[in-house]
């Protein structure tokens, strides 16, 4: 593991001004409801190759680029934004979560790297290479206690980053029932905390596991109402409901989890005629706000993208 640009984390000094928004709905931040009047759909630069999206506290949006690892970040209540952290060429930024200390933990794809931007002003703080596979996948990551994990796409562990001054990477092997997808990018993806605070849910060619944070133990979600989650790609949790983006189908389903998170229970299906294989999504409000990453339309410079607005 390397670190580049080390920086002293914000976190010990915010860290007791922001305690007192915490919820318990897995959100991590208190948020006030949207406007009727914010717009619910906001376009990004052409050819920014979107896949990972994250809100905070605030009304802002943050959406990272695969094109360049470059980070864009839009106000919810009028739609307007602005590149936030520039891009280098060879960079990709994927999944992206906004911690309360005002700092982004992103994934960086096939790079195999985890990166730490400061969301006030774009600045990269620090670089840890996670793996020197030869054909990684940092897909998508969560804030869970003192780690920020990140799912590999092509290799069975998670990489438990800390979260602050000090500490060393966590490689977490996954064993049990986790069944490793034989190559490409259909497995390992996004990943949130049980409702019990004691392990992950991860979402993995199709299935639901939860793991244990202590063994890496994982074990099959048994599913009710649906066989699977084809294309399942970024995972939200509101208590002890999931929801589930599932891409190339162009909808989100709604799971009920069991008490231990188990099972989980389908109850609805989410579908928007603005989906174009939308890939994650991030909850501000009464709101889900997801990006189009339209993996089945031309990814070339002069491709339009855009994010769109659905409510709970």
Do not use: C
């Not at 003192?146 to 799912?151: E, G, H, L, V």
Request: charged share 20%; aromatic share 6%.
């Amino acid at each position: 593991m390397t670190r580049n640009h080390p920086q002293p984390s914000r976190r010990t000094v915010l860290g007791g001004a922001v305690a007192a928004l915490a919820v318990a709905a897995g959100t991590g931040t208190a948020q006030a409801a949207p406007a009727s009047g914010w717009p619910t759909e906001f376009p990004l630069p052409d050819g920014w190759l979107p896949e990972g999206i994250t809100t905070g506290s605030r009304p802002y949006a943050y959406m990272g680029s695969r094109a360049d690892g470059a980070i864009y970040r839009t106000d919810l209540r009028t739609g307007r934004g602005g590149v936030l952290h520039e891009g280098t060429a060879g960079l990709a930024s994927i999944g992206l979560k906004l911690d309360r200390d005002g700092l982004l933990y992103v994934a960086g794809g096939a790079g195999g790297t985890a990166r730490i931007v400061d969301a006030r002003t774009g600045e990269l703080l620090t670089t840890y290479q996670l793996t020197r596979d030869a054909a990684p996948f940092i897909n998508d990551v969560v804030l869970h206690e003192d780690r920020a994990w990140f799912t590999d796409s092509r290799a069975a562990v998670l990489h438990g980053v800390p979260r602050g001054r000090r500490g060393e990477v966590r490689a977490l092997p996954l064993t049990g029932e986790w069944v490793q997808a034989p190559a490409g990018t259909n497995s390992a993806n996004g990943l949130v905390a049980t409702p019990d605070g004691r392990g992950l849910i991860v979402v993995n060619a199709g299935q639901l596991y939860t793991v244990d944070l202590r063994s890496g133990h994982a074990t099959k979600v048994t599913l009710k109402g649906a066989s699977d989650v084809a294309g399942g790609d970024g995972l939200v949790r509101l208590g002890r409901t999931l929801y589930v983006v599932q891409n190339r189908l162009n909808k989100i389903t709604v799971w009920d989890l069991g008490r231990k998170a188990t099972s989980a229970t389908l109850t609805r299906t989410i579908t928007d005629p603005r989906f174009d294989v939308p890939t994650t999504a991030a909850r501000y409000g009464d709101r889900l706000y997801l990006v189009n990453a339209r993996f089945t339309s031309p990814q070339t410079p002069e491709t339009t993208f855009n994010a769109v607005a659905v409510s709970l």
